[in-house]
């Protein structure tokens, strides 16, 4: 019933939509690149405390910008690719961060290998001091909670993601596995279209 998910893009919003529960989280709708998200949950509690800010040009010059960019201290960008103003992401941000859960081992933290990641983005992450975190990548890494992907243009959205382990499973125990019962759920029966986008 109650788990907080921190996720480098859409995927947490989506879980919480396809589970039907209240966005726990201010990660929703929007996207981190990985430098600036392993930065963040390096100085988590901190930063989260820190006001959100915003600025009108990005330091990744190869975005096309046509959105809201938050900034957190140290330059970390966030991205409000689903926002139509800063007073909606501001507001929004803040006020799905009060939600946030405080307990650690409620929180889940989510990552995967798009947007600038490279191989010491993947190996930092899974050092990190987070009980419960997973990864999704195109190349197998040597870490236990970490996944393959099975295309390699996947976009790593939750469609991508559903099949390779029982998601409810993992928020309730904590464990990752692929269930008999998510293998003949995710054959039997097709991920919304929603959950594409």
């Keep these: 019933e109650d788990f907080c998910i921190i996720s ?6 989506h879980v919480y939509q396809s589970l039907n529960k209240p966005y726990n989280t201010p990660f929703v709708g929007l996207f981190i690149n990985a430098p600036d998200y392993i930065k963040l949950l390096q100085n988590f509690d901190q930063l989260m405390e820190s006001e959100l800010d915003f600025k009108l ?7 096309d910008i ?6 957190l201290p140290g330059d970390i960008e966030i991205h409000f690719m689903h926002y139509k103003s800063e007073a909606e992401a501001f507001d929004k941000w803040n006020r799905r961060k009060k939600r946030m859960l405080k307990e650690k081992n409620r929180i889940f933290v989510k990552f995967d290998d798009r947007d600038f990641c490279e191989q010491k983005h993947i190996d930092t992450f ?3 001091d987070f009980i419960n975190k997973i990864s999704f990548t195109k190349k197998k890494y040597n870490y236990e909670n970490n996944l393959l992907l099975k295309n390699e243009d996947d976009l ?16 309730n ?6 269930s ?6 995710t ?3 097709p991920y919304p279209v929603s959950w594409t986008h």
């Design 8 to 13: 480098s893009n859409c995927w947490a919003g």
């Design 57 to 63: 040009k990005s330091k990744y010059e190869s975005l």
């Design 66 to 71: 046509y959105y809201q960019i938050g900034v």
């Design 126 to 128: 899974h050092k990190l």
């Design 156 to 171: 790593i959205l939750l469609f991508s993601t559903v099949g390779l382990f029982d998601i409810p499973e993992w928020l």
């Design 173 to 178: 125990t904590a464990k990752i596995k692929n």
């Design 180 to 185: 008999k019962m998510n293998k003949i759920i």
């Design 187 to 189: 054959k039997l029966l």
